[in-house]
């Protein structure tokens, strides 16, 4: 089946730096999708992209949909605590427009150093 | 408003039981989807639901996992003979079908088989 490969896996940082992260599929996705994961909580959705070299922002945050639809990146600028938690990409293909499920890579944990 | 809920919240049960886990949509959205989260992994696909209608299975990991919708809201997912590789986070997320419109989450079912 088709995978995403999102990297890093973990971040440390300093409050207030800025944090990029990326995923790398092997197939084309026609939808990318960014979630962030509180504990015990589901995912929340952040920013969704639907055209390729779309490029969306959403407060401090930027996303970035691939030219060649095979890749994602997040962007969050200035750190604050509450960013602390696990981000997902995740990619729908659409397949014949209909609804589908997400394939989500393995996730990146951000960690903000006090 | 409120959002998607799931029941049980946690789950303990013994190897071998069968196991039936409950989602209650947003009023109105006719899509539902299942995902596996194992620790430390992302969510895996298992089956979605537009309607009271699932159009693939395969994303189910064996037929001991059954699903079905009525009414086109509660959905239940069933495990039968239950093993320890099924201990995960099971999620729960609707939408209201159209294929570009966002997957709201539910806060899980934690599975747990000993």
């Known amino acids: 089946g088709q995978q995403l490969n999102q990297s890093p896996q973990s971040m440390f940082i300093q409050e207030g730096e800025d944090v990029s992260m990326n995923c790398t599929s092997s197939?084309?996705?026609?939808?990318w999708l960014w979630y962030k994961q509180d504990p015990g909580e589901g995912p929340v959705l952040l920013i969704a992209?639907?055209?390729?070299?779309e490029l969306t922002s959403n407060g401090r945050l930027t996303a970035q949909f691939g030219i060649t639809r095979k890749d994602s990146f997040l962007n969050i600028s200035a750190s604050i605590p509450s960013d602390v938690g696990i981000y997902f990409c995740?990619?729908?293909?659409?397949?014949?427009?209909?609804?589908?499920?997400?394939?989500f890579g393995k996730g990146t944990h951000l960690i903000i150093q006090p | 408003g409120a959002g998607v809920s799931q029941s049980p919240s946690n789950k303990v049960t013994e190897k071998g039981k069968d196991v039936e886990l409950r989602c209650d949509p947003i009023?109105?959205?006719?899509?539902l989807y299942w995902y596996r989260q194992s620790l430390g992994q992302g969510l895996e696909f298992l089956i979605y639901?537009?309607?009271?209608?699932?159009?693939?299975k395969s994303g189910l990991p064996s037929d001991r996992f059954s699903a079905e919708r009525t009414g086109g809201s509660v959905s239940t997912l069933t495990i039968q003979r239950t093993q320890q590789e099924d201990s995960a986070v099971y999620l729960c997320?609707?939408?209201?079908?159209?294929?570009?419109?966002?997957?709201?989450f539910g806060p899980g079912t934690r599975l747990l088989v000993l």
């Open positions: 992209l639907y055209k390729a070299g």
């Open positions: 995740a990619g729908q293909v659409h397949p014949g427009g209909g609804a589908d499920g997400l394939t």
């Open positions: 009023s109105g959205h006719t899509a």
């Open positions: 997320a609707s939408s209201l079908g159209d294929p570009q419109e966002t997957q709201y």
């Open positions: 197939s084309i996705f026609n939808t």
């Open positions: 639901f537009q309607g009271n209608s699932a159009p693939d």
